[in-house]
């Protein structure tokens, strides 16, 4: 089974920039779709964008689309997720999460909890105005 450790959170202000970095351990990436959730204090874990196992497809939730981008690098076993234009609400914790190929139904993506097998730790992303 794969381990994921998250990096790269920290503090920055409104209209900022960071890049979290998801790196895997124990099994080749590739053998995964991947995705990034976040959790807000007292708010549940929502999906924020997916990349399928190739790095060719990629999925996002509305309220980061085309201001976060979502990208891996199979031979670093990494992936990375670009945050650009950041508002106070992106402040959460945020995780990557594996999901196997070749499982679910008839999309390769997940954008529930239960959909994924593996979570990292998280990483703090704080905003302010």
């Known amino acids: 089974q794969v381990q994921l450790v998250e990096s790269g959170g920290g503090l920055v202000q409104a209209g900022g920039s960071l890049r979290l970095s998801c790196a895997a351990s124990g099994r080749t990436l590739s053998s995964y779709h991947m995705g990034w959730f976040r959790q807000a204090p007292g708010k549940e874990r929502d999906f924020v964008a997916a990349?399928?196992?190739?790095?060719?497809?990629?999925y996002y939730a509305g309220s980061v689309k085309g201001r976060f981008t979502i990208s891996r690098d199979n031979a670093k076993n990494t992936v990375f997720l670009q945050m650009n234009s950041l508002k106070p609400e992106d402040t959460a914790i945020y995780y990557c999460a594996a999901r196997r190929r070749g499982v679910g139904g008839n999309r390769w993506y997940g954008l529930f909890v239960h959909e994924y097998d593996t979570w990292g730790q998280g990483t703090q992303v704080t905003v302010s105005s």
């Open positions: 990349i399928n196992w190739s790095g060719v497809s990629t």
